[in-house]
């Protein structure tokens, strides 16, 4: 039974790219997060969706900064024009339902260069 | 909001040392409460949860419990080891806030020899 998958693992992009980072949730589980951490601090909230359905994008900054989870395949967080302060580890959690602890995957690191 | 408030860091320790690490919460609703783990380079995994008042969570000799009294969920181990060295989170998820979850900003704990 795998567990949370990501990828890249780690991704260079230079300042104006656009960055996107995948994530796989466990079998079964239709809810997935994602969080950002940067170095030496905690990790933050982003977004909260639910199978094509975003329900929770409170933590996400408005502009360049989008998510989904489509029905088929992997959720995306998609970065546009990324800036050197979009450099962080980005980690995507499922679980599979509401309020159940969440499984986290490897997460992404991001630098931009 | 829901918040979560854990005791800040570094905490060094040395081997077969008593650990505490204090988490406090302040939410609306009655939510379920969890300690995750981080080891460098790692995602998060969930070391013990409770999901109740006067529950006690508990995995490999560390152990806490809900105290909805004092608001408080703090994690503890009789004697730690070199491995234990991680960093520590306290979480809550609120299923009367669409399950979104709130974290601590993490606790370093470092084991010494």
């Known amino acids: 039974n795998a567990g949370v998958m990501q990828n890249p693992r780690h991704l260079v992009r230079r300042r104006g790219q ?17 969080y950002r951490q940067l170095p030496e601090e905690g990790l933050k909230f982003m977004v909260y969706l639910q199978k094509e359905n975003i ?16 029905k088929e395949g992997p959720s995306i967080l998609r ?25 986290f995957g490897p997460g992404t690191r991001l630098t931009v260069t | 909001g829901n918040s979560v408030t854990q005791m800040e860091g570094p905490v060094t320790l040395s081997e077969e040392a008593f650990l505490t690490i204090n988490c406090t919460y302040t939410a609306t609703g009655y939510p379920s409460l969890f300690w995750y783990v981080q080891y460098p380079g790692e995602g998060l995994q969930l070391l013990l949860k409770a999901t109740k008042a006067d529950d006690k969570g508990s995995n490999k000799g560390f152990e806490a419990t ?22 520590y ?6 299923r ?11 606790t370093t704990l470092t084991v010494k020899p």
């Open chain 1, 55 to 70: 329900i929770d994008e409170s933590g996400m900054p408005k502009e360049r900064f989008s998510a989904e989870f489509p």
């Open chain 2, 96 to 106: 009367g806030n669409a399950g979104k979850s709130t974290f601590g900003d993490g």
């Open chain 2, 66 to 87: 809900y105290r909805k009294e004092t608001t408080s969920f703090h994690l503890e181990k009789g004697s730690v080891q070199v491995s234990d060295s991680a960093v």
């Open chain 2, 89 to 94: 989170f306290c979480a809550l998820s609120d």
């Open chain 1, 79 to 103: 970065i546009q024009q990324v800036v050197r302060g979009d450099s962080a580890a980005y980690f995507c959690a499922s679980s599979p339902s509401t309020g159940d602890e969440q499984y």
């Open chain 1, 18 to 34: 656009e960055a996107r980072l995948r994530c796989s949730p466990m079998k079964g589980h239709s809810h997935v997060y994602w």
